[in-house]
């Protein structure tokens, strides 16, 4: 079975300053990692992925992971807050090397940024 | 690529009634996925279909709930004699079958509120 954990509901940061997001996932076999962010009364677009290979991972918006297996971490950062990145971001995980891709979701991060 | 669509974007019905969501996904990808997601949570995966077989459902899938890709294209979940705790967002999401793990791409999602 995988799960993910999401450290910190709510996190609130200043325009400008570091993000910094937390996750840790289990998981019995080599997982691939996922973030995703939702903003209100919208779906999820992906933010990045981590499958095989370099274990920094760089996505959209800036954002960036780093997996580390010996942590069981995929935790998100961003060097610098945008006001536009106030969202909720979730840590997915699925099994990786299987032929499609059920993805178990953290419970989510609720990111604020004040001017 | 126009997106995952999915209608309606909210639903209010009552309590006992039967409720039907349907789900277009980007049209090349042939792997779809239903995922319910409630206030405060992650998404949790409900069901997988592989172009028009349903290969997958989750226990939180009762008897009540049934989905359907006839064609291998659009996709409908049907909810009967609604209960109060099927309240949430019900999203929808499509990848692509080439590869292991391609990343999913989620619509909008249907709002289901029960009276």
């Known amino acids: 079975a995988q799960s993910v954990t999401q450290l910190g509901s709510h996190v609130s940061v200043s325009e400008g300053a570091l993000v910094l997001l937390r996750c840790n996932y289990s998981?019995?076999?080599?997982?691939?990692l996922f973030w995703y962010v939702q903003y209100p009364n919208q779906g999820l677009q992906l933010l990045l992925k981590?499958?095989?290979?370099?274990?920094l991972v760089k996505g959209i918006n800036g954002f960036e992971a780093e997996f580390k297996k010996s942590e069981t971490s995929f935790h998100l950062t961003k060097p610098s807050a945008h006001m536009s990145d106030a969202a909720e971001y979730f840590c997915?995980?699925?099994?990786?090397?299987?032929?499609?891709?059920?993805?178990?979701f953290g419970q989510g991060t609720i990111l604020t940024v004040h001017p | 690529d126009t997106g995952v669509s999915q209608n309606p974007r909210h639903k209010i019905t009552k309590r006992g009634q039967n409720v039907t969501f349907r789900c277009d996904p980007i049209?090349?990808?042939?792997?779809l996925y239903w995922y319910r997601q409630t206030l405060g949570q992650g998404p949790e995966f409900l069901t997988y279909?592989?172009?028009?077989?349903?290969?997958?459902k989750s226990r939180l899938l009762s008897d009540r709930f049934s989905a359907e890709r006839p064609k291998g294209s659009f996709s409908t979940l049907e909810i009967q004699r609604t209960e109060q705790g099927d309240s949430a967002m019900y999203l929808c999401?499509?990848?692509?079958?080439?590869?292991?793990?391609?990343?999913?791409?989620f619509g909008d999602g249907t709002r289901l509120s029960i009276l």
């Open positions: 999401a499509s990848s692509s079958d080439r590869g292991s793990n391609q990343p999913q791409h």
């Open positions: 998981s019995s076999v080599p997982p691939y």
């Open positions: 981590y499958t095989t290979g370099a274990t």
């Open positions: 997915a995980v699925s099994r990786g090397g299987t032929s499609y891709g059920k993805l178990t």
């Open positions: 049209s090349e990808h042939n792997r």
């Open positions: 279909f592989q172009n028009e077989a349903q290969l997958e």
